[in-house]
């Protein structure tokens, strides 16, 4: 008996001394990874994640971050109350250096809350709700545009692209603000009444509704009765997908539709709503695809590692948006002093990419708030049932059309 | 005048697809008392059915009607023999629950064999507008329109004049004294859920056409249904026709003239009132009935 705890402790010894000699040849920089990987998220949450993991691969292939690997550790965040215990658990178990996330704003505010507390360096790379940069933390960045930089969007394209494509004064069009009426719609509308104001854009109507309604033509025939040119939409799927059919079946044809993202950026509406009628739509969304190597250089070459490693098309633009990020945040924690929270901050500030430098077409330029200053989301357009980058001209496919449908 | 005559008129199509909706949930819930949140559920199953049965089979919605309907009628059969007819004789909340249960059961097996994508079947030929003068209406606006007036005509029929419907009534009244009367309660009961499954299964087949399916579309009509089961007074056809009617109207009419995000207080406003000075609904049985 007494020789086999003896061999025992010695086996565990030598286990032991063979697990920190290991750590000390390969020592690795452990990441964090929070994003929904389960539940009703899941979908676009892993879609994200596979831009940060593509990101990794290919910096652990050149080399790593200051010679050492680094070495993903993921966090399933399904709802706020677990973002906040897995964001405990990679900092406080795991240990890890810097923690990336999040696809979802809500999971985000809850997630951001524990690293600061815990001072460990949190690098947004998808959630577009404005608060989360607005709380006066430290410790944390976003390489993203934000809702108000959507909603900055969609106002000035009316005068800069909308406008010019139709030849007539900006001044001349009347414009109509509609959205859902929750929190992320109310957000966005919000912004655009205030940049409207200040650009002296001509808003007639302001309509919010609920995205349960089962019917929009009473407020089809608002916009009708107003005589509306343009209509921005801030809504999901089947709130667009109704806006559209009865916008056809009540003879409503504005001169131009543009959404905020949301239900327009899915092939599934475009489907339901079919090619026909929603030609013409715009959109205002992180980079996708269809746009123009010269505005984002390095798409193309992104586009085909993901299928490389996955095997089929991107998803959706949320994989390309986390993967620049990721980058750009990867390149500041190289130059860091070393891996301590005020190195890393001081590094973010100090990074300066002009915009049009990265594969999404951003630039980045960090504010005291840690909030990128060099990204605005590109104007879309439904065309031939593919969604393809319109405005500014540099990342443009392809000419902007104006009306709404073929036919 | 144009604007609110073009309101009318899709108030009215509007009313009739809550009243097709409806009518289901009044044998479910008006005559038999029991109080089925999963209702919008039975909606969202049969609209999947119809999407499956349009796009894999290649049926015409309305053909995809037949399977659906005895599809939803097994479904319901199978949902009160099992689930609500074990709790029959137990306090009225327990059922209440077990309902809210298998709501949030089904939308979740929804999510997850489908996904939360929506689904729509394509059908050119229902979505196509017929102008009446100046006017706007669908082709299956006024198929549904059609279809809940004979569905509200011939249940209200089969109710008064057959005697299922009569045992049915008998059971609905008293159900002590239709066993002693030599009715089968719980096959009424069955039977009865069955029916009212039955013609939620119809409305899918008529609703998918103008409306894309998705797990939790079922929520975006539950809550209207029962609004229009209690205002037409609980137990007549009629009643929840000229109730789903009114909130029909009430919908498209303050949805333009006040707000579209104010539509529902609207409409809730005037049912709170309707229930004050009428408490047994619009076209209740009077007082002690209930």
């Known amino acids: 008996m007494k020789l086999v705890m003896r061999a025992a402790y010695a086996a565990g010894i030598l286990a032991t001394g063979l697990a920190l000699s290991t750590g000390a040849v390969n020592a690795q920089t452990k990441i964090g990874a929070l994003y929904p990987f389960s539940g009703g998220l899941a979908l676009l949450g892993d879609e994200s994640f596979r831009g940060l993991e593509l990101a990794t691969e290919e910096r652990n292939a050149a080399g790593g971050v200051k010679g050492q690997p680094l070495q993903i550790v993921k966090g399933d965040a399904v709802d706020p109350n677990q973002a906040v215990g897995e964001a405990r658990r990679l900092t406080s178990v795991d240990k890890v250096t810097v923690v990336f996330g999040t696809y979802s704003s809500s999971l985000s505010l809850a997630a951001t809350q524990v690293t600061e507390l815990a001072g460990v360096p949190y690098f947004e790379l998808g959630a577009i709700s404005d608060p989360i940069t607005e709380r006066g933390f430290k410790n944390l960045f976003r390489s993203n545009p934000t809702a108000r930089d959507f909603a900055a969007s969609m106002v000035d394209s009316i005068g800069e692209a909308i406008a010019p494509a139709l030849g007539v004064d900006a001044k001349s069009l009347k414009v109509a603000i509609i959205h859902e009426d929750s929190l992320y719609g109310q957000t966005v509308a919000g912004y655009q009444t205030k940049r409207a104001q200040e650009k002296g854009v001509n808003v007639v109507e302001t309509l919010p509704y609920s995205a349960k309604s089962v019917d929009l033509t009473p407020v089809i025939l608002r916009l009708k009765s107003a005589n509306v040119d343009v209509v921005l939409q801030t809504s999901y799927q089947n709130d667009t997908v109704l806006f559209f059919r009865q916008a056809k079946e009540q003879g409503f044809k504005p001169k131009a539709v543009m959404g905020a993202g949301g239900g327009y950026s899915l092939r599934e509406t475009m489907e339901a709503v079919g090619a026909a009628n929603m030609e013409g739509a715009l959109n205002v969304d992180f980079t996708q695809y269809k746009t123009n190597v010269a505005a984002a250089p390095g798409i193309t070459e992104f586009v085909a590692k993901y299928k490389a490693k996955y095997g089929i098309e991107p998803r959706s633009g949320h994989s390309l948006a986390n993967y620049v990020g990721a980058k750009i945040f990867f390149d500041a924690m190289a130059s860091a002093k070393d891996f301590s929270a005020p190195s890393i901050r001081e590094s973010v500030l100090k990074v300066d990419l002009p915009v049009g430098a990265t594969a999404s077409g951003w630039g980045a330029k960090f504010n005291e708030a840690g909030q990128n200053t060099r990204v605005s989301p590109f104007v879309m357009q439904w065309q031939g049932g593919e969604l393809v980058t319109v405005f500014p001209a540099k990342a443009a496919v392809t000419k902007m059309k104006t009306g709404l449908g073929s036919n | ?290």
């Open chain 2, 1 to 290: 005048m144009d604007v609110l005559i073009q309101l009318l008129i899709n108030g009215i199509m509007l009313g009739s697809m809550y009243a097709i909706i409806s009518v289901g949930l009044t044998l479910i819930f008006g005559v038999i008392r029991v109080v089925n949140f999963a209702h919008g559920e039975l909606l969202m199953i049969g609209m999947y059915a119809v999407y499956l049965l349009c796009t894999k089979l290649g049926l015409h919605p309305y053909v995809a009607a037949f399977p659906v309907i005895v599809l939803l009628f097994l479904v319901g059969v199978l949902i009160q023999r099992f689930i609500i007819q074990p709790l029959l004789d137990a306090d009225e909340h327990i059922q209440i629950f077990a309902t809210v249960g298998l709501s949030t059961a089904l939308v979740n097996l929804a999510l997850m064999v489908f996904g939360a994508d929506l689904y729509s079947v394509t059908s050119p030929d229902i979505r196509v507008t017929v102008k009446l003068g100046t006017y706007n209406v669908l082709v299956g606006q006024l198929v549904m329109l059609g279809a809940a007036v004979a569905l509200v005509v011939g249940l209200h029929a089969f109710m008064q004049n057959t005697a299922l419907g009569r045992a049915i009534r008998a059971t609905a009244q008293n159900r002590n004294a239709a066993l002693l009367m030599g009715v089968r309660v719980n096959q009424i009961y069955i039977i009865t859920f069955g029916l009212g499954a039955a013609c939620v299964g119809l409305a899918s087949a008529l609703v998918s056409p103008l409306f894309p399916a998705t797990p939790t579309v079922g929520t975006y009509f539950v809550l209207t249904a029962f609004v229009v089961v209690v205002l037409g007074g609980m137990r007549s056809m009629y009643g929840a026709f000229w109730g789903a009617m009114i909130i029909g109207l009430v919908d498209s009419l303050s949805a333009y003239y006040i707000a579209p995000d104010l539509k529902e207080v609207v409409y809730f406003a005037i049912f709170i009132l309707i229930l004050i000075f009428k408490p047994t609904g619009l076209f209740g049985f009077g007082r002690g009935t209930e």
